[in-house]
């Protein structure tokens, strides 16, 4: 069973920093990719960065470029984002999700929320101005 678990989130003031973490479990080796999202109140969940599991791919939407970092420690099962020079418009809460497979796993993952079939319960995350 594809198990997800999300933490690190908090409040924070403008131009400071986080790091959320994805802790996985039941993926194979290789075999998946790992996305995260966000949603702020009222508005459509978004790709944010994903990495792939098979080669480590990674992508940023245009808005974190630069400021975000993701990765994936292997030993540890874990996706972290780090999250620098925080704006008010990174408020949101967080998800981490994870879609199976050689497709999915290889290349530049998905930025597309139903792609993936796994997800975590999301973390809060609040930028003060």
């Known amino acids: 069973e594809v198990q997800l678990v999300e933490s690190g989130g908090g409040l924070v003031q403008a131009g400071g920093s986080l790091r959320l973490s994805c802790a996985y479990s039941g993926l194979r080796i290789g075999d998946y990719a790992i996305g995260w999202f966000r949603q702020a109140p009222g508005k459509s969940r978004v790709g944010v960065s994903g990495?792939?599991?098979?080669?480590?791919?990674?992508y940023y939407a245009d808005s974190v470029k630069g400021r975000f970092t993701i990765s994936n420690d292997n030993s540890k099962n874990t996706v972290y984002l780090q999250m620098n020079n925080m704006k008010p418009e990174d408020t949101a809460i967080y998800y981490c999700a994870a879609a199976v497979g050689t497709a999915a796993a290889m290349g530049v993952p998905s930025a597309i929320p139903h792609e993936y079939g796994y997800w975590g319960q999301g973390t809060q995350v609040t930028v003060s101005s």
């Open positions: 990495i792939s599991g098979a080669d480590g791919t990674t």
